[in-house]
């Protein structure tokens, strides 16, 4: 699964295309509160589509945030298992500019190391 050039493209591009998802979450949520807006002004209690609404945020969120721990461990995995990186001590950095950046870092590391270096020969220990 580490050598697939479709969980490569996937995992790095999915924490750009979960913004997305979040935002649909959002704008669902959003037009359940502005179409439910005169019974919360009257002080009544929210009806079920208020709550529908919340929920499809929350999934939403719960979804990108898999996704998102899913391509963190999934390229970290990589740069650790990357032959190409032990010669010159490279590991350590990409691993810290994933935690500390990341899905930039994924796409990054992604452009670089695996798409730039595609036709090169791979070093063997």
């Known amino acids: 699964m580490l050598h697939s050039k479709f969980w490569q493209g996937f995992f790095a591009l999915a924490p750009f295309i979960s913004f997305f998802l979040i935002m649909i979450g959002y704008i669902f949520f959003m037009f359940t509160i502005f179409s439910n807006l005169p019974e919360l002004e009257n002080g009544q209690p929210p009806p079920m589509a208020f709550w529908t609404g919340f929920g499809a945020l929350f999934m939403m969120f719960f979804l990108v945030m898999l996704i998102c721990l899913g391509s963190l461990i999934f ?46 020969k791979v070093l063997t220990p």
């Open 75 to 120: 390229y970290i995995v990589h740069a650790v298992q990357n032959p190409n990186l032990k010669e010159n001590n490279m590991i350590l950095v990409w691993v810290l500019l994933f935690i500390f950046v990341g899905g930039i870092g994924q796409l990054i590391y992604w452009i670089i190391e695996i798409i730039g270096k595609r036709n090169e």
